[in-house]
């Protein structure tokens, strides 16, 4: 069990022990803990932001209340609820239970690990894999793999499981950060609700551009017509902001058997927004959509599976051609800025070197 005191201030005085608590713990900077903590156990970890010196941070507000209602933090020694006014010296006092075992299942699944220290785990996730376990997608999952590569896992929310910090979609390849215990998890949050981080991703779409970059800037939200799709054109009214920058890196031109032309582009695409399934909704309602896309290429991509292009796999490549090539962001413990670069897996590296083989790489032209 691990313990933290502290003792309340004067100019605390008057406030709710839960937003005392919140203002501590989230690092909001209005509770400086210098004012008087002491170490507990001696097994307190003291936990520093560089721009705000010393702090302790990462317990979101509903592990707070669920903290007090357990009666695992006392003033003065006395269990009390959220809402008790604190007066000068209090001293409160907050015990952390070690953390029970998650209810899934830990799998030596392997996986390509591209940084790691005691705080996250950066993985390039491999397309098939699901994220997090689901109805129908109880085993084989990042979190299953994980569970097994980090036994010790510190745990979020009083359970033994990482903290999973944005999400890529299965078919969809490339960098993921993870967090390994809940006071990173709510830093690594933070930056992507901030929109501090940078993320680029790659990807092979239908067609050919009109231009050698652009920002496509159109609110996303659920499709009218099947909430199963997101949609930037036919989206239900509560949709939300969405932007994506997009440069293009080559395009190829393929002649069928007709004698009609097919192009191919390699594009690279940085979202400033994280919708469900943005870049693949941007590109399709521009009319290019991600090569291999089921949900939002299918026949609007208008080449027939039977269609020769001359590039074995590319009219029926079996996931969308998507991958996220590169993501940075400042690490939760030091504020240092850390950049990761995810290599491209075979099938969709196989596919480009394909499209560079049969079309060589010509000029482009706009």
Known sequence: MTMRCLIVSGEHVGMRL??????????????????????GDGHSERWGRPETGERSAGLSRSAIQKLIVKGQVTVNGQRTKAGVRLKGSDRIEIQWLPPVDAALDPERIPLHVLYEDEDLVVVNKPPGMVVHPASGNLRGTLVNAILYHCPNLQGIGGERRPGIVHRLDKDTSGVMVVAKHERALHYLADQFKERSVSKEYVALVWGKLGQQKGIISRSIGRHRGDRKRMSSILSVPRSREAVTEWEVENSFCLASRQGSLRWVTWIRLRPYTGRTHQIRVHLADQGHPVVGDRVYGGKRQGVSKKEDLGVPGLVDFPRQ????????????????????????FPDMKGLLDQLKERCGSPALNF
């Open 18 to 39: 839960d937003t005392f608590l919140a203002q501590h713990f989230l690092g909001s900077g209005e509770c400086n803990p210098s004012t008087g903590e002491e170490k």
């Open 321 to 344: 051609a998507l991958h996220a090539e590169r993501l940075r962001l400042s690490h939760p413990r030091t504020g240092v800025s850390l950049e990761f670069l995810a290599p491209w």
